[in-house]
């Protein structure tokens, strides 16, 4: 499948592309290239074949989420940049001009 240089500048107009004649024309031949190879794929017998989102099994890698005590909060706070109220102290951000 050929594309037009009139159908490449309108695949690039849709992905807000400024592209030069010269462009336009090198990915003209390109772009029918890819088109060309993707018909290709669609034309493997692919009938037998069971649709897989990943083709090996895969593993969770992930240990389990067991709840286990935490520092205590005085040793999270000692290395704070600032601590006010037993609690990390922050620039305010939200509602500045």
Same mark, same amino acid.
């Given at each position: 499948?050929?594309?037009?240089?009139?159908? +490449? &500048?309108? +695949?690039?107009?849709?992905?807000?592309?400024?592209? !030069?004649? %010269?462009?336009?024309?090198?990915?003209?031949?390109?772009?029918?290239? $890819?088109?060309?190879?993707?018909?290709?794929? =669609?034309?493997? !017998? #692919? =009938?037998?074949?069971?649709? #897989?989102?990943?083709?090996?099994?895969?593993?969770? +890698? *992930?240990?389990?989420?067991?709840?286990?005590?935490? $520092?205590?909060?005085?040793?999270?706070? &000692?290395?704070?940049?600032? !601590?006010? %109220?037993?609690? *990390?102290? +922050?620039?305010? $951000?939200?509602?500045? %001009?």
């Amino acid at each position: 499948m050929a594309l037009s240089n009139d159908e +490449v &500048r309108h +695949v690039a107009m849709l992905a807000r592309l400024d592209l !030069a004649d %010269d462009e336009v024309e090198r990915l003209s031949g390109q772009l029918s290239a $890819i088109l060309e190879y993707a018909e290709q794929v =669609g034309e493997l !017998a #692919t =009938g037998d074949v069971d649709a #897989t989102s990943h083709p090996y099994p895969l593993q969770n +890698v *992930f240990r389990a989420d067991v709840p286990r005590p935490s $520092i205590p909060k005085g040793e999270a706070l &000692r290395g704070a940049p600032q !601590a006010e %109220d037993g609690q *990390f102290a +922050v620039p305010q $951000i939200v509602g500045e %001009d």
